[in-house]
């Protein structure tokens, strides 16, 4: 499986660029990195790993190194998306919408 994001500036409708994040699966001791990216100039972060078991995974955005570089205040310093991979061999998406006061995410293709 592959997994990709994409995170979007709601208040502007732009791609954020430059968002740093990270990608863990929970195990038995708790959660272990899987790796760590950081958006491009269309918000996108493709390939963040080649294969993905199922489980449990996380990813984490640094919305406040995002926001301090943009210099805006936000009420979230980090997103963190919990999902679960119950289809190991189908692609998987999650986007993330962002503003300073709000966030949303969905399931994507």
């Known amino acids: ?12 409708g ?7 994040l990270t990608l863990d699966r929970r195990g038995a001791d708790g959660w272990q990195p899987l790796g760590s990216g950081v958006t491009d100039d269309d918000g996108r972060c493709r390939d963040l ?5 199922a ?4 990813l984490v955005f640094d919305t406040g190194a995002w926001f301090a570089a943009a210099g805006q205040a936000g009420f979230y310093p980090e997103v963190a998306v919990v999902f ?11 986007p993330l919408l962002l503003s300073p006061f709000a966030y949303s995410t969905y399931r994507g293709s």
């Open 55 to 58: 489980g449990v995974h996380r």
């Open 84 to 94: 679960e991979v119950t289809e190991p061999d189908r692609h998987h998406h999650v």
């Open 49 to 53: 790993v080649r294969a993905l078991d």
């Open 1 to 12: 499986m592959t997994l990709s994001t994409h995170v979007l500036d709601a208040t502007t």
């Open 14 to 20: 732009r791609p954020a660029r430059g968002v740093p």
